[in-house]
């Protein structure tokens, strides 16, 4: 389906509207932390609600949009009280649904509830994972977590890596999936494409001088000459465990698959 038949209205709405200041992967010491990074079109923030703000209410989706800011497309709802939100919209969404953020509600995309109240194999997306904190994982474009079992007070979820593990039964969840699942297969056109997105061109280390890069050195198209791939700095870069918090490995059943 064409872009301009999905979105609803041209204009997003101006009070739900920030400016961010452009880091381009810098720190706040103005030192790059990561690479490849810079320019871009100019773009305002769309303040999303990720948490329950509207608890007990319903709200009409009045327009589809479109968010530069992420892969996924956003709806713009109206509560009874006519206060306006912003929020991640649902695959297969559509303008004048209706959806509801209650402890418990009706099994239906959009809906908003607690995980304890959804029957084993929902969709759910955008999860709590801290009570009362709003949504932190599952809200990439297309991506759904599947509810496996309620087992006390935790409920098990089936993740997009196909990782389970467990999350509070009191925490909130909406059903469905996020909308564009069709992005994973979206290829960009020309080099000025990447550019307006603000990467900036990425040169392979092997082709650089030894002094510049790990993987440096070597005529020609050679392999990279090391036992193994290392980071710019000299670090090892595959099989190495990158999970810092390590405290939340007692919620994984199962781990994630690699390759």
Same mark, same amino acid.
């Given at each position: ?149 309620? +087992? =006390? @007070?935790? $409920?098990?979820? *089936?993740?997009?890596? &196909? ?5 509070? !039964?009191?925490?909130?969840? #909406? ?43 070597? +005529? =020609? @198209?050679? $392999?990279?000459? *090391?036992?193994?791939? &290392? ?5 090892? !870069?595959?099989?190495?465990? #990158? ?17």
């Amino acid at each position: 389906m064409a872009k301009k038949k999905i979105f609803t209205k041209s204009k997003p709405e101006k009070k739900l509207l920030k400016r961010l200041k452009k880091r381009a992967g810098r720190s706040k010491s103005g030192r790059i932390t990561v690479r490849h990074k810079g320019g871009g079109v100019k773009r305002l923030y769309r303040i999303i609600s990720f948490g329950q703000e509207e608890l007990g209410k319903k709200g009409k989706v009045i327009a589809l949009e479109y968010d530069p800011y992420r892969a996924a497309y956003i709806m713009l709802l109206e509560y009874e009280d006519g206060k306006k939100y912003y929020r991640l919209a649902p695959h297969e969404i559509k303008v004048g649904d209706t959806i509801e953020i209650n402890n418990k509600a009706e099994i239906k995309t959009g809906n908003r509830m607690r995980l304890k109240n959804m029957p084993i194999g929902t969709e759910v997306f955008n999860i709590e994972l801290i009570p009362q904190k709003g949504g932190q994982i599952v809200r990439s474009a297309g991506t759904s977590a599947q509810v496996l079992a309620h +087992e =006390g @007070k935790y $409920t098990n979820l *089936l993740m997009p890596s &196909k990782e389970i593990r467990k999350v509070l !039964a009191e925490n909130f969840a #909406t059903v469905g999936k996020v909308s564009r699942p069709e992005y994973r297969y979206e290829k960009l056109k020309n080099a000025g494409q990447t550019r307006l997105k603000g990467k900036r061109p990425q040169v392979r280390g092997s082709v650089m001088s030894p002094r510049a890069h790990p993987h440096g050195g070597g +005529e =020609g @198209k050679t $392999t990279i000459g *090391l036992s193994h791939p &290392k980071t710019p700095w000299g670090k090892p !870069a595959i099989g190495t465990k #990158t999970r810092k918090r390590k405290w939340t490995e007692k919620y994984i059943i199962k781990k994630r698959f690699r390759k």
